[in-house]
């Protein structure tokens, strides 16, 4: 090593020593107490508001998520009383009671025909 290094601060045998030392001391001009206690001020505020909107968002969802079950509900029982609509409009008392109002006449005696014999006709 050279006698003079420790006069100078720098290494004339491997300059690249002195190029990383030089970039070293530089950052920690550049980040120096009062600005680096200033990014990380910054860096907590930021943070804290991504946090708010985060649990703001999730707690709205919360909420149009309860909604969309209470109208699920809601809509699960209508169906249920339409289903029950749907079963009393085709029992046979209900349709026997309506023939009356249509002016229909009952069915006679019904004939069925039957052919004879097992013949039929091609094409």
Request: glycine share 6%.
């Amino acid at each position: 090593m050279c006698k003079f290094w420790k006069k100078e601060k720098c290494n004339h045998h491997f300059p690249e020593l002195n190029q990383r030392r030089q970039r070293l001391e530089h950052f920690r001009r550049y980040f120096s107490g009062a600005r680096l206690t200033l990014i990380i001020v910054g860096m907590i505020a930021v943070l804290g508001l991504i946090y708010l909107t985060q649990t703001n968002t999730v707690a709205t969802k919360g909420y149009q998520i309860r909604d969309l079950e209470q109208q699920l509900a809601t809509l699960k029982e209508e169906n249920k009383k339409l289903n029950l609509q749907y079963i009393e409009q085709q029992s046979i008392a209900n349709i026997s009671s309506q023939v009356a109002g249509l002016n229909l006449v009952p069915a006679g005696e019904v004939e069925i025909i039957s052919p004879i014999g097992s013949t039929m006709a091609l094409r």
